[in-house]
């Protein structure tokens, strides 16, 4: 998403960019609603990671190729980014009590991913980080694809 010229004397509208920036004419919002859409249906960052780079996507910063590898960390974050179910997050700290709480609001910005999705693919994270994670793990998990 970019930032559009304001109308006359009126907020800056976001538009959604819709350039192909892979060779199969993939546009950064595909990527991101696969992506996401993948995580939630458990399949491992790893071979995501591995998936993106083989065909060239350019990483959140704009590279492609040897010089612009997908991390880990950038993939998780896209899961967590409530941006893409068109919402900001701010911290709010209450000055009587001093505590700290996350207020969620809407966004001037369309929506990119479903909020079930977003969340299916957040919880999906959060259950493999504390080693809840429902799935069968074999030996090769994460080293090894099927031939067939």
Known sequence: MRKGDPDEGSRPT???DHTPVTPAGDTPCTIVRE?????????PISRIKNDLDKRGVPT??????A?????RQSIRDMAFNVA???QVERNLIDASSG???VVAT???WPRLVEDETLHAARARLRAQQSGQSASVKYV???FALCGI
């Open 60 to 65: 959140p910063g704009g590279r492609r190729g």
């Open 35 to 43: 992506v996401i859409t993948r995580i939630a249906e458990g399949e």
């Open 140 to 142: 090769l998990t994460h």
């Open 14 to 16: 976001w538009i959604i």
């Open 106 to 108: 809407r966004a001037r």
């Open 84 to 86: 893409y179910i068109g």
């Open 99 to 101: 505590s700290e709480h």
């Open 67 to 71: 010089t612009g590898v997908w991390s």
